[in-house]
């Protein structure tokens, strides 16, 4: 019987701790999503090859 209870109390650790792994993750995504939607109406002015296509390479 003990081994049974052991058993269950490292089940509901292991819950416990994938709980917490997934609000984490959870909250990075938020933070991610929140940061890209305030620069939404901002789209990149050029980009690196047109940087690369309108200036000649000095010599």
Known sequence: MFTYQMHKVN????????????????????????????HEGEGRVSHLRDLRDRFAHAA
Do not use: K, P, S, W
């Open 11 to 38: 089940q509901a650790e292991l819950l416990r701790q994938a709980a917490a792994q997934r609000l984490v993750h959870q909250a990075r995504v938020a933070r991610r999503t929140r940061r890209h939607a305030d």
